[in-house]
């Protein structure tokens, strides 16, 4: 089991909002940063730190994090977001990296 | 631009090692750290462990400790990840990114690229 909780499977319809959120104990002291991969594809950083986004990443994704939780926001969801995506930060030892067991995306 | 082009596809035996290289090109190659992430069928992303920019330490994640190495020749911007003792669980897509990280109001790491992937293959 991964130090990061995330659900496994999330729907959101299209042209509306969806949260997907990662928990951990971690994440009281470390940000996370976000990835999405489509099949086949390697994954891409779509999100880092509270709510930075790379280049090239479509302002409709934002991120947030309170607590034990980051979340990844994607405000008017595009049919090309149905992807699986993962949050990454470190251990709650500080000592070792650590993905959260990634949220299947599913856009109706 | 920044890019990671990895070796290619391997199909290896039961109790067999394999060696994944990853060559870096775009940046300063020994201001970086490594990690190398594996992909088994249908799963999700595994951390296996991470190298430093002048290549003398390495750390491992637990599960692979005792069979991972990783190497840096810096004079070829070549990085390796060597797995051994290879068996069927180990099958799948193998990795490596580049480490970026920040001390924003906490610090975060994340990893910008990413090398295409490596599909290693381990069946009798």
């Known amino acids: 089991s991964s130090e990061l909780t995330q659900d496994p499977a999330v729907s959101v319809a299209l042209g509306q909002t969806v949260r997907i959120t990662c928990q951990g104990d971690?994440?009281?002291?470390?940000?996370a940063s976000w990835y999405q991969q489509k099949p086949g594809q390697a994954p891409v950083l779509v999100i880092y730190g509270k709510n930075n986004r790379p280049s090239g990443i479509p302002d409709r994704f934002s991120g947030s994090s309170s607590g034990y939780t980051a979340s990844l926001t994607i405000t008017g969801a595009q049919a090309e977001d149905e992807a699986d995506y993962y949050c990454?930060?470190?251990?709650?030892?500080?000592?070792?990296?650590?993905f959260g067991g990634g949220t299947k995306l599913t856009v109706l | 631009q920044v890019q990671l082009v990895q070796s290619g596809a391997e199909v290896k035996k039961p109790g067999a090692s394999v060696k994944v290289s990853c060559k870096a090109s775009?940046?300063?190659?020994?201001?970086?750290?490594m990690h190398w992430v594996r992909q088994a069928p249908g799963q999700g992303l595994e951390w296996m462990g991470v190298i430093n920019p002048t290549g003398n330490s390495a750390t491992y994640a637990q599960k692979f400790q005792g069979r991972v190495t990783m190497t840096r020749d810096t004079s070829t911007r070549t990085d390796y990840m060597q797995l051994s003792s290879l068996r069927s669980d180990d099958t799948a897509v193998y990795y490596c990114?580049?480490?970026?990280?920040?001390?924003?109001?906490?610090?975060?790491?994340?990893?910008?690229?990413w090398g295409q992937g490596t599909l290693v293959t381990v069946s009798s």
């Open positions: 990454y930060s470190r251990d709650s030892s500080g000592n070792y990296w650590v």
């Open positions: 775009g940046y300063t190659f020994t201001s970086h750290y």
């Open positions: 990114a580049r480490d970026v990280s920040a001390k924003l109001e906490k610090p975060v790491w994340w990893f910008d690229p």
């Open positions: 971690s994440l009281r002291s470390y940000y």
